[in-house]
């Protein structure tokens, strides 16, 4: 199957933004799955917004495909802001985002 880099993709939900950023690192769903120790199953139902995304795949998606946490979750391309508003969210997606803040911490 060949993906085409295409930046005018809607960017609305956080398996579309994880989809764009593996098709912009030129990975294919089995290259990507491989290189985040997943399956390409897995990936596919992440991207297709059946699956949500653990805290530690986020975490290897931002470093592999070189994008911000905060752009895979929110869609926000301008991550220099420290300050992240959850009002807007589902409180599945609030509390998701808490949890990989605390996940965020036992790295650093």
Known sequence: ??????????????GERIRISRIDRH???AGAAMVLN????????????SQDPSCGL????????????????????DSNSDIID???????????FRALEVELRHHS
Do not use: H, P, Q, W
């Not at 986020?58 to 391309?77: A, H, P, Q, T």
């Open 1 to 14: 199957m060949n993906e085409a880099k295409n930046t005018n993709k809607d960017e609305s939900s956080v």
């Open 27 to 29: 990975l294919t769903l």
């Open 38 to 49: 997943t399956n390409a199953s897995a990936l596919s139902r992440i991207e297709n917004n």
């Open 58 to 77: 986020l975490i290897m998606m931002s470093k592999e495909f070189n994008v911000s946490i905060d752009y895979l979750l929110l869609g926000n391309k």
């Open 86 to 96: 959850l009002s807007g969210m589902s409180i599945r997606a609030a509390n998701a």
